[in-house]
């Protein structure tokens, strides 16, 4: 190992937060102001990691009074205390630079959904599917 990479990884959080681009975040960002100290929070979409080791950075974009702000957090300093996933989005792009140019409902993104669990190959019906038929002979046997 050489002398970068050992600085390198002193300065690296042990457990860095697990998320991707295209998730919705809140980053809770530590702002000095004079001798007084207070959390910061940002929430928006990650459009961009880049990056390794102690020096990898990722921005996050959200739209303020109809104005677009993009801000760049280094992931490994102090000064950023936690990243919460709000929202897993799905996306086929690395970069998001293409929502810069979108407003509205266009620039949404589709929300990624947990996997059905299946029983036996076939999908496990959910409660809602369930009809109101088989719900009242469920009533009547335990009335019985």
């Known amino acids: 190992m050489n002398q970068i990479d050992f600085v390198d990884k002193l300065n690296m959080k042990k457990d ?12 809770y960002m530590r702002i000095v102001e004079g001798e007084k100290e207070r959390i910061q929070v940002i929430e928006g ?17 959200k739209v303020s009074s109809g104005i677009g ?8 300093s102090p000064r950023v205390e936690k990243v919460e996933v709000l929202r897993r989005n799905k996306v086929r792009r690395a970069r998001l630079y293409y929502l810069r140019e979108l407003k509205g409902k266009a620039a949404r993104l589709t929300e990624k959904r947990p996997p059905k669990r299946t029983v036996k190959g076939k999908a496990k019906k959910s409660e809602s599917a369930t009809s109101t038929k088989e719900k009242k002979t469920e009533e009547k046997k335990t009335e019985e």
Do not use: N, S
């Open 16 to 27: 860095p937060p697990d998320f991707r681009v295209g998730d919705q975040v809140k980053v």
């Open 69 to 76: 702000v993009e801000r760049v957090f280094p992931l490994h």
């Open 45 to 61: 979409l990650v459009i961009r990691k880049r990056g390794k080791g102690a020096g990898q950075t990722f921005t996050v974009r």
